[in-house]
């Protein structure tokens, strides 16, 4: 106990000096920085906390501080940075009973504070290297504490694939975030190196680990974050006339971590906690001058993401084009519809039991498949349907028709066959309109529905659908519409309805599909007006 009252005391004295411009703060840093690595376990744990504890006011003042000279003020954080981060290595390399995971999160909290400010002061990027270290050095030193809180390995030595991803604890944010700083200090002077290369796909893995939305979430506010940190959502498409080949090289294979990056970033827009929806909205903000910043940034951007997603979506075009955007939006659509086929038959299975009953008396207690309690939502503010009608409008208004490879085939061959066969069900299962209405507004089975419909739509309009494949729905599509009975109140839903009659006249490159494709997106109000924008056309 007496050490521990000891390290405290200390440490506020000591963090009190430290940060005043004026002060003789040389004698204090040394003995801050003797306490933070103490090799008493208890005076080190009590100046650390008590460091951080008025560590963000004292930030805050700092850098909203217009009086003193912002040269001064970094000439105060720099030493303090470098403090931080050798006690950090100092921690990750204690031996005994090995480093202290909660001292590591306080520290690495620290230290990101710092450097942020030190960044928002300078205007530049600032390495997270404290002297007589390397960046490799740190950058392995960062992997490591983000495995210690628990996070999954990645690169070349995680070895086989796990079956569920391990995004790990606040600790493993923390080092996410250090990993993005050291990246865009390195991405500032050199692309071509193999060591970079190596670390943006360690990085990127890390990223895409932390989207589970079973895992904390301060952990995937530190990955939204760590997106708009890194500097690759910035990085200009390569130019071969005025690049070298080794480096336009490697711009090409950053390029595609950049796609990555992004599309996760618009994933987190739809996380169910508004700090990730925030800070995603913020990274994707950062690197977009016409989304106008300024508007986005505080009220409107926590209330209403989708208005960042939507921009996000129809300016995704302008950096990545070719088969791989393609083959992502339709995977997305495809992802977004899975199961449909289960949810049809599971739903008809249901409303049969109506047919032909004379009394409600005889509907109870009826067998069916559908669970007492149902799973529960990890992501209950997450709607796949828009990103499915997003996925569906950038293919109608930005993608081009191209040769498409194996993976583009392939994706865009199961989308048509799930629509074949869902237009085969509804004929052969919905003879009258009371059960298709019944079926097309059930909560689970619409969404598949609708977003199937569509990819449908969006494949002919491409050109990825011709001949026979296209006939054969438009002949079905003709039937379905027959038995839907659209005009009268118990017919088919009426957003059903709509993409059946665009599905039913589809052609390629013709610009009525294409509108009627826009507009059965309805969950997207934007998309009329980017259409505008983009063509001049309505």
Same mark, same amino acid.
């Given at each position: 106990? %007496?050490?521990?009252?000891?390290?405290?005391?200390?440490?506020?004295?000591?963090?009190?000096?430290?940060?005043?411009?004026?002060?003789?703060?040389?004698?204090?840093?040394?003995?801050?920085?003797?306490?933070? =690595?103490?090799?008493? @376990?208890?005076?080190?744990?009590?100046?650390?906390?008590?460091?951080?504890?008025?560590?963000?006011?004292?930030?805050?003042?700092? *850098?909203?501080?217009?009086?003193?000279?912002?040269?001064?003020?970094?000439?105060?954080? @720099?030493?303090?940075?470098?403090?931080?981060?050798?006690?950090?290595?100092?921690?990750?390399?204690?031996?005994?009973?090995?480093?202290?995971?909660?001292?590591?999160?306080?520290?690495?909290?620290?230290?990101?504070?710092?450097?942020?400010?030190?960044?928002?002061?300078?205007?530049?990027?600032?390495?997270? *290297?404290?002297?007589?270290?390397?960046?490799?050095?740190?950058?392995?030193?960062?992997?490591?504490?983000? $495995?210690?809180?628990?996070?999954?390995?990645?690169?070349?030595?995680?070895?086989?694939?796990?079956?569920?991803?391990?995004?790990?604890?606040?600790?493993?944010?923390?080092?996410?975030?250090?990993?993005?700083?050291?990246?865009?200090?390195?991405?500032?002077?050199?692309?071509?190196?193999?060591?970079?290369?190596?670390?943006?796909?360690?990085?990127?893995?890390?990223?895409?680990?932390?989207?589970?939305?079973?895992?904390?979430?301060?952990?995937?506010?530190?990955?939204? =974050?760590? $997106?708009?940190? +890194?500097?690759?959502?910035?990085?200009?498409?390569?130019?071969?006339?005025?690049?070298?080949?080794?480096?336009?090289?490697?711009?090409?294979?950053?390029?595609?971590?950049?796609?990555?990056?992004?599309?996760?970033?618009?994933?987190?827009?739809?996380?169910?906690?508004?700090?990730?929806?925030?800070?995603?909205?913020?990274?994707?903000?950062?690197?977009?001058?016409?989304?106008?910043?300024?508007?986005? +940034?505080?009220?409107?951007?926590?209330?209403?993401?989708?208005?960042?997603?939507?921009?996000?979506?129809?300016?995704?075009?302008?950096?990545?084009?070719?088969?791989?955007?393609?083959?992502?939006?339709?995977?997305?659509?495809?992802?977004?519809?899975?199961?449909?086929?289960?949810?049809?038959?599971?739903?008809?299975?249901?409303?049969?039991?109506?047919?032909?009953?004379?009394?409600?008396?005889?509907?109870?207690?009826?067998?069916?498949?559908?669970?007492?309690?149902?799973?529960?939502?990890?992501?209950?503010?997450?709607?796949?349907?828009?990103? !499915?009608?997003?996925?569906?409008?950038?293919?109608?208004?930005?993608?081009?028709?191209?040769?498409?490879?194996?993976?583009?085939?392939?994706?865009?061959?199961?989308?048509?066959?799930?629509?074949?066969?869902? %237009?085969? !069900?509804?004929?052969? /299962?919905?003879?009258?309109?009371?059960?298709?209405?019944?079926? =097309?507004?059930?909560?689970?089975?619409?969404?598949?529905?609708?977003?199937?419909?569509?990819?449908?739509?969006?494949?002919?309009?491409?050109?990825?659908?011709?001949?026979?494949?296209?006939?054969?729905?438009?002949?079905?599509?003709?039937?379905?519409?027959?038995?839907?009975?659209?005009?009268?109140?118990?017919?088919? /839903?009426?957003?059903?309805?709509?993409?059946?009659?665009?599905?039913?006249?589809?052609?390629?490159?013709?610009?009525?599909?294409?509108?009627?494709?826009?507009?059965? +997106?309805?969950?997207?109000?934007?998309?009329?007006?980017?259409?505008?924008? *983009?063509?001049?056309?309505?």
């Amino acid at each position: 106990q %007496l050490g521990s009252v000891v390290g405290q005391l200390a440490a506020e004295a000591s963090s009190r000096v430290i940060f005043e411009i004026k002060a003789d703060r040389q004698s204090h840093l040394a003995r801050m920085k003797a306490l933070l =690595t103490s090799p008493a @376990f208890d005076v080190r744990v009590a100046a650390v906390k008590a460091f951080k504890k008025p560590l963000c006011c004292t930030i805050d003042n700092m *850098v909203a501080n217009n009086s003193a000279p912002r040269v001064s003020l970094c000439e105060v954080l @720099f030493p303090i940075c470098d403090m931080l981060l050798f006690a950090l290595s100092c921690e990750m390399r204690r031996g005994g009973l090995g480093s202290h995971p909660p001292t590591l999160r306080r520290l690495s909290r620290c230290a990101l504070e710092c450097l942020s400010a030190y960044r928002s002061l300078c205007g530049h990027p600032t390495p997270p *290297v404290f002297s007589g270290s390397s960046a490799m050095k740190q950058w392995k030193l960062f992997v490591a504490m983000r $495995i210690k809180g628990g996070g999954g390995k990645v690169g070349p030595s995680s070895g086989s694939t796990q079956s569920r991803p391990k995004a790990g604890n606040a600790l493993s944010g923390n080092a996410l975030e250090l990993m993005a700083l050291l990246l865009s200090s390195e991405m500032s002077i050199k692309y071509d190196s193999l060591d970079l290369l190596e670390q943006i796909n360690t990085f990127t893995d890390a990223i895409v680990q932390s989207t589970d939305p079973m895992s904390p979430w301060n952990v995937r506010h530190s990955a939204a =974050t760590s $997106i708009g940190t +890194c500097g690759i959502l910035s990085l200009m498409p390569p130019n071969s006339k005025t690049e070298g080949s080794v480096q336009v090289t490697s711009l090409s294979q950053i390029q595609r971590k950049k796609f990555d990056l992004y599309m996760v970033a618009m994933k987190f827009l739809e996380d169910n906690d508004p700090d990730v929806r925030c800070a995603a909205g913020r990274s994707l903000i950062a690197t977009r001058s016409n989304f106008q910043a300024n508007q986005f +940034c505080h009220s409107s951007l926590s209330g209403v993401s989708l208005k960042i997603l939507e921009y996000a979506g129809s300016t995704l075009h302008q950096n990545h084009s070719g088969s791989e955007l393609t083959s992502q939006l339709f995977s997305m659509i495809l992802t977004d519809c899975k199961g449909i086929q289960e949810e049809t038959l599971a739903a008809i299975e249901e409303f049969s039991f109506s047919k032909g009953a004379t009394s409600s008396s005889f509907l109870l207690n009826l067998s069916t498949k559908r669970k007492i309690f149902e799973d529960e939502d990890p992501n209950p503010f997450e709607e796949k349907l828009v990103t !499915c009608q997003l996925a569906t409008s950038i293919l109608a208004n930005s993608c081009e028709a191209h040769n498409a490879d194996d993976l583009l085939v392939g994706l865009v061959g199961k989308i048509l066959s799930h629509c074949i066969w869902l %237009l085969r !069900c509804l004929e052969d /299962h919905c003879n009258s309109s009371d059960l298709i209405h019944d079926l =097309t507004s059930a909560n689970r089975a619409f969404p598949c529905f609708h977003g199937i419909l569509l990819g449908a739509i969006a494949a002919i309009y491409l050109g990825y659908a011709r001949g026979k494949c296209v006939e054969e729905i438009h002949e079905n599509t003709m039937k379905v519409l027959k038995i839907a009975d659209f005009e009268t109140s118990a017919g088919a /839903h009426p957003c059903i309805v709509e993409a059946l009659q665009v599905l039913s006249s589809a052609k390629q490159n013709c610009e009525e599909t294409k509108s009627g494709l826009l507009r059965s +997106c309805f969950l997207l109000p934007r998309v009329c007006t980017f259409q505008l924008e *983009v063509t001049g056309k309505p």
